[in-house]
């Protein structure tokens, strides 16, 4: 029951993370990098623009000093020291426009990266891929699924019942098997359980006639069985263990993620309300486009209208955001490189029991499942691609 319930857990985790892609698998990502290039483009516009201006001024400043050295006239040098003061305050002017350009165009990013987040963060529709092999892995870690196994755990539990009075061994175990109620669902292979369980399963083994050899025979076969799934258990409970941490790091991630979408959307005074139906529930590329774009147009107003409003601190309110979202993306890149690393490590676990006799056919059915959730992760996530990208995702 516990494999089971873990198991379940785990595939509601991994359909969290998929379920966007599985919904929109290439469009939220290529609408995302629409918008940033259409950002880019602009911010390209006007840095050749500040480039020219600058080199202009330059080049006039470079003759005017030219000329005032060679001047005798001093009204003539005034005049023009008065026109170099004038290109000195225009080049002062263009390069702090180009800072307002820089600052807009990277808030704009931010933004852009924080709402396309919410279709990779957020939960919406189940992968078959994460739950055809979540359940396989549950019922590969449960005896009662294989072959001739309830109908001699009845037998044995029978045993344990009737003879329970005459061993001390037989009576624990019958009062664990009734505070774990239920086993006919799944046996407790895992825990302190398996020592009483191991324990009466071979005094049941050693009470049994001798006449009784194909019984006998079996009996040892199902033992076997248990103890190696209950081996098998442990050994994928390393890999559960790691999932939890996983899990528990992405549901920190989307706290993170919906106090700075609260925040920024706040910032450029966009609704929740908005949001949610104009992009968030809204399937329509086109629609979810213009809504990126609006909402591109004001980032930059907000930028430009704190220069205006504040011009001592105005770069502040845009920076610290500016690294918010970058740390979530970097965090979110983080966790998908974790889960990864962990979907490697079940090759491992299916390498240790592939040719066993037992559980052999049950892993080969399961690395066919696993092969499809690691394609439908891969598809959907590029883990080192979405840290460098967090990393670039800034004009310096």
Not at 218 to 245: C, R, V
């Amino acid at each position: 029951m516990y494999m089971m319930k873990k198991c379940a857990l785990l595939s509601v985790f991994l359909y969290t993370l998929l379920s966007a892609h599985a919904q929109d698998p290439a469009g939220a990502q290529s609408l995302r990098d629409k918008v940033l290039d259409d950002i880019q483009k602009n911010f390209t516009i006007k840095t050749k623009s500040f480039d020219s201006t600058v080199s202009q001024l330059d080049q006039r400043m470079s003759a005017l000093d030219k000329s005032i050295n060679e001047s005798k006239d001093v009204r003539d040098k005034a005049d023009k020291l008065v026109l170099r003061v004038q290109a000195v305050e225009e080049k002062q002017k263009a390069i702090e426009q180009n800072e307002l350009n820089i600052f807009q165009a990277n808030y704009q990013s931010a933004m852009v990266n924080l709402i396309s987040m919410e279709r990779e963060i957020k939960p919406l529709v189940l992968f078959n891929s994460t739950k055809a092999f979540f359940n396989s892995l549950s019922e590969t870690g449960n005896p009662m699924n294989y072959e001739g196994y309830t109908k001699w755990y009845n037998a044995y539990a029978a045993f344990v019942k009737e003879k329970k009075a005459e061993s001390p061994v037989l009576n624990v175990t019958s009062n664990l098997l009734n505070f774990a109620s239920g086993f006919a669902k799944g046996v407790p292979v895992t825990g302190p359980i398996t020592s009483a369980l191991f324990s009466s399963m071979t005094t049941y083994i050693d009470n049994i006639g001798k006449k009784e050899k194909a019984l006998k025979t079996q009996s040892e076969e199902m033992l076997t069985l248990t103890m190696k799934i209950s081996q098998f258990n442990f050994d994928n409970g390393q890999i559960e263990n790691e999932w939890e941490a996983i899990t528990t790091e992405l549901q920190d991630l989307q706290k993170k993620y919906d106090k700075s979408l609260k925040e920024n959307l706040g910032i450029i005074k966009v609704s929740q309300a908005d949001f949610d139906n104009n992009f968030s529930r809204q399937n329509d590329a086109e629609r979810r486009y213009q809504y990126l774009t609006r909402v591109r147009d004001e980032a930059a107003r907000f930028v430009a209208n704190e220069k205006k409003n504040n011009p001592k601190e105005w770069r502040q309110a845009a920076y610290v955001q500016m690294n918010d979202v970058q740390s979530l993306k970097q965090r979110f890149g983080q966790v998908t490189f974790r889960i990864s690393q962990n979907l490697l490590k079940y090759k491992e676990l299916f390498d240790k029991y592939r040719t066993d006799p037992q559980l052999g056919s049950r892993i080969k059915d399961l690395e066919i499942k696993m092969k499809d959730l690691q394609e439908s992760f891969d598809k959907t996530f590029d883990p080192l691609e979405y840290i460098n990208s967090a990393n670039r995702m800034y004009k310096v």
